[in-house]
């Protein structure tokens, strides 16, 4: 309520305190009366029963007029006209009252150190709180947080008896207060700041303690909220606190992690080193506002947008998993990090596997991991996919999954020795032991050596078994991917993004456009080479059978050179065999097209779209081979 001064105070006449005049009011819902006048200092205070404070007025020997509310405890000055200030009313220090401890605000020790805290997840707390009261703070807290304080036994101050303000508009205004700013941004070694303060009595804070309104994880629960709810839970004056308490982080430690509070508690008790560590923890803060303000971007993007996927401008938060040995080569240093994007978290994906033993993963392990894993993830049916070097080279669909893993690894023993072996079955203890004892199909003898295996799942006897293998078999448990998620790649100086290319056999219509149609287990076989062809690299040729790969040409600069290889590995398997194309061949006659028809192929799957498709159509049938058009294109570059 506003303060109402229905009486002008006299104007100061320089005679001192023995000529001061003092007025005394009382407040009492936003009426403010004159109740009496005098030339006394003494302090005559009165009470009604409906007042909420009493203030009184005196002038004094520096031609000041003071004002005083006894109850709110602040001792606010009066600039006389003659000074140019005229009615304005200001909190001055030091206020003669507020010296005696209130009984619910706790004196400061002698050094006055006060903390901050002001907290939506409020895991460790009690332990933080405590830490600091016996280290002499005084504790200033909002509603919740205060409370969880108290229920904890630790002493604390509430925001609004600093601010002389009530939390207001449904908690949006709590902090927002230049009692609390001023407290925080005030520069210690700036006397003029410190003058600013004293004037205005505000205390300064020296550890503020702040994590945010739980936006991210309302927005992604189940169910969703309402665009309403979604704003509501944007915190506004939590990041206003922090990035204050940052940007002035030589005076003031700024905490948002709980995992943080024990090295806080350390460097208050002087074990930790000072400037680095203050640093570190404004860095710190300024992210996690940076990545909660992205999070709130995306989100207000997504929902006025109407469904474009790229906005004009796009920050991605991640946050780093690991530290990694080194990148694709020794002498490059490197990191992996998960990516918090809404549109990310919890969308699966090898990032954010969970490891259960072997070695640590290094660069290398986690594209090779992340292309078999993609792979495996396309099949309905038990499948295992062998991958090297980010190319799967062995891959079986099998309705017993120890039989689809023989297949896979049959398929190219020698690119499969230390390779990576994925499943989109759960590995239990037969699967296991299968790994760990198969043999190479090359020799008969040598045990098969991985460097990951990685499934969506594993029985407790299953991961038992597969930890005998070898110390550092990393064994990994992964999520599928979701649909529909963008894909970021960096080039120099920038970033492409595109969307996944994640459709489904069921989004592709395989026309037949040669004489001869299809038989049905032909058909299969083809829908089988596409969905493998997709995983390779262009250009890419893959020959199955039977829900078996059998051969496959990648990253070859031409597609014949890529089919030449593919059917070399399938060997004499190839009779009858399906062959996928990831794009259109160029040339039919004396080139791929008529080549795979005279190794005997049984059917041809394609996009088509190339000028030649009808010499590709006529070549097909020269041969009484079946052709198949996609109509859609998978490079993988
Ligand atoms: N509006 C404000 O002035 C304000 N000041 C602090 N907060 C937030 O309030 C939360 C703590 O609230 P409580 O202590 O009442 O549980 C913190 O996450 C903090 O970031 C605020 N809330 C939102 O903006």
Excluded at 75 to 86: E, T
Excluded at 325 to 352: C, F, M, W
Excluded at 572 to 600: H, I, R
């Amino acid at each position: 309520m506003p303060l109402q001064l229905l009486t002008s105070p006299p104007a100061a006449s320089g005679s001192g305190r023995a000529s001061a005049s003092y007025f005394l009011f009382w407040y009492s819902h936003s009426r403010c009366h004159h109740r009496a006048q005098g030339v006394s200092h003494t302090l005559s205070l009165s009470r009604s029963s409906s007042s909420q404070c009493i203030y009184f007025i005196f002038a004094t020997s520096d031609d000041r007029i003071l004002l005083g509310p006894v109850f709110c405890r602040r001792l606010l000055s009066f600039c006389p006209a003659s000074r140019g200030g005229c009615a304005q009313w200001r909190p001055i220090r030091p206020e003669p009252w507020s010296r005696a401890p209130s009984p619910r605000r706790p004196a400061p020790l002698s050094g006055g150190k006060q903390a901050l805290i002001s907290l939506s997840d409020k895991s460790d707390l009690a332990f933080l709180g405590k830490g600091l009261q016996d280290l002499g703070y005084t504790i200033v807290s909002t509603g919740g947080t205060a409370s969880a304080l108290e229920k904890a036994g630790v002493s604390v101050v509430k925001v609004e008896e600093v601010t002389k303000f009530p939390e207001m508009l449904d908690g949006r205004v709590k902090t927002l207060h230049p009692s609390i700013h001023g407290g925080i941004l005030a520069r210690r070694d700036h006397n003029h700041h410190m003058e600013a303060l004293e004037k205005h009595g505000i205390s300064t804070f020296d550890i503020v303690v702040v994590n945010l309104y739980p936006f991210y994880e309302k927005v992604t629960s189940t169910g969703g909220v309402s665009f309403e709810d979604g704003i509501e839970n944007i915190d506004i004056g939590g990041p206003t606190m922090i990035r204050a308490a940052a940007k002035n982080h030589k005076d003031v430690l700024v905490v948002v992690d709980h995992k943080d509070y024990p090295e806080l508690l350390q460097f208050l008790q002087g074990k930790q080193d000072g400037e680095q560590f203050r640093r570190k923890l404004a860095w710190k803060a300024f992210q996690h506002v940076a990545a909660y303000d992205s999070a709130v971007s995306e989100w207000l993007w997504r929902q006025s947008a109407g469904g474009e996927k790229f906005p004009p401008a796009l920050t991605v938060p991640l946050t780093r998993i690991s530290t990694l040995r080194y990148g694709e080569n020794p002498h490059q240093k490197a990191s992996v990090y998960a990516d918090d994007s809404l549109s990310v978290v919890n969308a699966g994906g090898i990032a954010t596997a969970i490891q259960h033993h072997g070695k640590e993963m290094s660069y290398n392990n986690y594209l090779d991991a992340d292309a078999a894993w993609n792979c495996v993830s396309e099949f309905r049916s038990p499948t295992c996919v062998v991958v090297k070097h980010t190319n799967p080279c062995g891959v079986a669909s099998r309705a017993d999954i120890l039989e689809a893993y023989r297949l896979a690894v049959r398929a190219d023993p020698v690119s499969a020795f230390g390779g990576i072996v994925a499943f989109n079955t759960e590995v239990d203890e037969d699967l296991a032991r299968e790994i760990r004892e198969f043999r190479s199909p090359t020799d008969g003898e040598t045990r098969m050596f991985y460097e990951i295996v990685v499934a969506p799942g594993y029985t407790e006897k299953g991961l038992e078994v597969l930890r005998g293998k070898s110390k550092t078999l990393r064994i990994l448990e992964a999520k599928k991917v979701e649909k529909g998620m963008l894909s970021l790649r960096q080039v120099g100086g920038g970033w492409l993004a595109q969307e996944s290319d994640d459709l489904v056999p069921e989004e592709i219509d395989f026309k037949v456009v040669s004489e001869k149609q299809p038989q049905e287990g032909e058909l299969r076989d083809a829908e089988f080479a596409w969905l493998c062809v997709k995983h390779v690299k262009s250009n890419a040729i893959v020959i199955a059978k039977n829900n078996c790969m059998l051969g496959m040409g990648s990253g070859q600069p031409n597609r014949l050179e890529s089919l030449r290889i593919a059917f070399r590995k399938a060997g004499q398997e190839a009779q009858g065999a399906a062959l996928a194309s990831d794009a259109f061949f160029p040339f039919a006659w004396k080139d791929a097209v008529e080549e795979a028809c005279e190794s005997g192929i049984g059917v041809i799957a394609e996009p088509g779209g190339s000028i030649r498709d009808q010499d590709a159509i006529d070549c097909c049938n020269k041969y009484g081979v079946s052709l198949l058009f996609t109509n859609v294109r998978h490079f993988r570059h």
